[in-house]
Nanobody, 122 residues
Framework: QVQLVESGGGLVQAGGSLRLSCAAS????????MGWFRQAPGKEREVVAA???????HYTDSVKGRFTISRDNAKNTVYLQMNSLKPEDTAVYYC????????????????WGQGTQVTVSS
């Protein structure tokens, strides 16, 4: 059983930056593939980025060049650095453990955190 706790959300103006953290416990973090998702009001949860246990990253098109996913295995933590934020990035952001094959599908993930709110004002 893996427990995940996200932090780092908040209110920021458009063009600003935030760094989200997801601290994991209860598993061998260095062997876990991880992902970040987000869900805006009235919309389905969507993938933002994922990182393999090897460190290889994936990004959804809308955040490429603006967001960076990284991990620190010594701290059992995965990060999402978000730059050049836009109002459409406003959502609750979740991290999760990928247990399936596809990085871009939420059903391939288990062990979700409680989420952290990101609000970008225009």
């Amino acid at each position: 059983q893996v427990q995940l706790v996200e932090s780092g959300g908040g209110l920021v103006q458009a063009g600003g930056s935030l760094r989200l953290s997801c601290a994991a416990s209860g598993g061998t973090f260095s062997m876990l593939d991880m992902g970040w998702f987000r869900q805006a009001p009235g919309k389905e949860r969507e993938v933002v980025a994922a990182i393999a246990w090897s460190g290889f990253p994936h990004y959804t098109d809308s955040v490429k060049g603006r967001f960076t996913i990284s991990r620190d295995n010594a701290k059992n933590t995965v990060y999402l650095q978000m730059n050049s934020l836009k109002p459409e990035d406003t959502a609750v952001y979740y991290c999760a453990v990928k247990t399936g094959s596809r990085w871009d599908k939420s059903y391939e993930y288990d062990y979700w955190g409680q989420g952290t709110q990101v609000t970008v004002s225009s």
